[in-house]
């Protein structure tokens, strides 16, 4: 008789997401009364704007309960559709607009609606934890390319011509990135762009930290806008949950070529029939305002310099100073352990909760968010480096 645990789907061998389990072991540790340190959530300690909100509980009072078209609503898909091509330079219209549970959830639907065995998907390190199990999914092969701090983590564009191969289906890029907060260089977009279009390959534009930009020599720049020729290979991937505080809400959206953005919709349709409904009235309202977003922009630009002022002035530390996004990358491969152990120590011994390097493709480094207050940005510094000067004895 065959033994049925020991048999898996093609999405049966995925690992857990770290950062997630991460997460649930310091809440844990808070329930039973630990003081600890969480910097390892990708969520804005901020509530969701009232007026968000408002348009949610407006919704669920007027009866707005029911299915709606997979894609989502037709009033969201037009703003969304609008607001890529004033703000962003991308050209969309509300047919090529797919609205989901979700920007992970978009990630994946589009990942699934285009690779599939036999195509390889490039993958700069540090990345995502999530990308390459995506991949995975598909039975498609990840192909990684590591990307050095010295060059504020960017994929050089001589290194992606080196990975390219016949079996080139997709390239993902993040920016501003996850774990790194680095933003990429217009020029370096540029010649990204210029490859994708030569090699015929598709690109997938995870913006969903897009407005979470902090120095003015390092703009966002979504890589649709830069001309029609790579705007037909785009994938343009946002959300609400980090630049409107609503990560709760489940709610993210895709801008694709038609072709391509008909596969998703079908997908979706068959997988999560729709966003959920008086959601969407809340983040149709959420377009409408950049108020909000300002004022919590500036309090992570002014967290941004505070931790990584602290951090990258404790002996055996070297990190990046952030342009983007809200986490602190740190090289700790100076203190000879790996960072799984030293994340495991550090929440153990001086309850500080980080997340290990290693599932974001770099060994040896850990990821802080600064999505907290500034006394526990500073109660952390405290903890890290006495831990750290702990592990110099």
């Given at each position: 008789?065959?033994?049925?645990?020991?048999?898996?789907?093609?999405?049966?061998?995925?690992?857990?997401?770290?950062?997630?389990?991460?997460?649930?072991?310091?809440?844990?540790?808070?329930?039973?009364?630990?003081d600890v340190c969480s910097m390892s959530a990708g969520e804005p300690d901020f509530d969701t704007p009232d007026y968000i909100k408002d348009a949610a509980i407006d919704a669920l009072k007027k009866?707005?309960?029911?299915?709606?078209?997979?894609?989502?609503?037709p009033e969201l898909r037009k703003a969304i559709a609008e607001k890529l091509t004033k703000e962003n330079g991308v050209p969309s219209s509300p047919e090529q607009v797919v609205v989901a549970p979700g920007a992970k959830f978009s990630v994946f639907s589009a990942i699934v609606s285009l690779c599939g065995p036999g195509d390889e998907v490039i993958i700069p390190a540090p990345y995502w934890v999530s990308y390459p199990e995506m991949v995975k999914a598909t039975g498609a092969k990840t192909v990684l390319i590591n990307c050095k701090a010295e060059n504020n983590y960017e994929l050089l564009p001589?290194?992606?011509?080196?990975?390219?191969?016949?079996?080139?289906?997709?390239?993902?890029?993040?920016?501003?990135?996850?774990?790194?907060?680095?933003?990429?260089?217009?020029?370096?977009?540029?010649?990204?762009?210029d490859i994708a279009v030569k090699n015929n390959f598709m690109v997938l534009s995870d913006e969903i930290y897009e407005k979470l930009v902090y120095d003015k020599e390092l703009p966002h720049v979504s890589i649709a806008s830069l001309?029609?020729?790579?705007?037909?290979?785009?994938?343009?991937?946002?959300?609400?949950?980090k630049a409107y505080s609503m990560p709760g809400w489940r709610l993210g959206y895709l801008s694709a070529p038609l072709w391509l953005a008909k596969r998703v919709s079908a997908f979706q349709s068959h997988t999560t029939s729709n966003p959920t409904t008086f959601a969407q009235y809340g983040a149709l309202a959420a377009l409408t305002s950049n108020v909000e977003i300002e004022?919590?922009?500036?309090?992570?630009?002014?967290?941004?310099?505070?931790?990584?002022?602290?951090?990258?002035?404790?002996?055996?530390?070297?990190?990046?100073?952030?342009?983007?996004?809200?986490?602190?990358?740190?090289?700790?491969?100076?203190?000879g352990i790996n960072s799984a152990e030293f994340c495991e120590r550090l929440l153990s011994e001086d309850k500080v909760a980080a997340v290990p390097g290693l599932p974001f493709g770099t060994e040896g480094h850990i990821r802080l968010s600064y999505a907290c207050a500034d006394e526990l940005i500073k109660k952390t510094a405290e903890r890290l480096k006495n831990f750290c000067a702990k592990l110099k004895k």
């Amino acid at each position: 008789m065959k033994d049925l645990q020991q048999t898996k789907g093609t999405m049966g061998s995925l690992a857990p997401s770290e950062t997630l389990a991460i997460a649930a072991k310091a809440k844990a540790l808070i329930a039973e009364g630990h003081d600890v340190c969480s910097m390892s959530a990708g969520e804005p300690d901020f509530d969701t704007p009232d007026y968000i909100k408002d348009a949610a509980i407006d919704a669920l009072k007027k009866g707005k309960t029911k299915y709606t078209p997979a894609t989502g609503i037709p009033e969201l898909r037009k703003a969304i559709a609008e607001k890529l091509t004033k703000e962003n330079g991308v050209p969309s219209s509300p047919e090529q607009v797919v609205v989901a549970p979700g920007a992970k959830f978009s990630v994946f639907s589009a990942i699934v609606s285009l690779c599939g065995p036999g195509d390889e998907v490039i993958i700069p390190a540090p990345y995502w934890v999530s990308y390459p199990e995506m991949v995975k999914a598909t039975g498609a092969k990840t192909v990684l390319i590591n990307c050095k701090a010295e060059n504020n983590y960017e994929l050089l564009p001589k290194d992606l011509e080196a990975a390219i191969t016949p079996n080139t289906k997709l390239l993902i890029l993040n920016s501003p990135s996850n774990p790194t907060g680095a933003i990429y260089r217009k020029e370096t977009i540029k010649a990204i762009a210029d490859i994708a279009v030569k090699n015929n390959f598709m690109v997938l534009s995870d913006e969903i930290y897009e407005k979470l930009v902090y120095d003015k020599e390092l703009p966002h720049v979504s890589i649709a806008s830069l001309g029609k020729e790579i705007s037909d290979l785009t994938i343009t991937v946002n959300g609400f949950s980090k630049a409107y505080s609503m990560p709760g809400w489940r709610l993210g959206y895709l801008s694709a070529p038609l072709w391509l953005a008909k596969r998703v919709s079908a997908f979706q349709s068959h997988t999560t029939s729709n966003p959920t409904t008086f959601a969407q009235y809340g983040a149709l309202a959420a377009l409408t305002s950049n108020v909000e977003i300002e004022k919590m922009r500036d309090v992570f630009a002014s967290r941004r310099d505070l931790i990584y002022n602290l951090v990258s002035a404790i002996p055996g530390i070297k990190c990046i100073r952030p342009s983007g996004a809200f986490y602190l990358f740190c090289d700790v491969s100076s203190f000879g352990i790996n960072s799984a152990e030293f994340c495991e120590r550090l929440l153990s011994e001086d309850k500080v909760a980080a997340v290990p390097g290693l599932p974001f493709g770099t060994e040896g480094h850990i990821r802080l968010s600064y999505a907290c207050a500034d006394e526990l940005i500073k109660k952390t510094a405290e903890r890290l480096k006495n831990f750290c000067a702990k592990l110099k004895k």
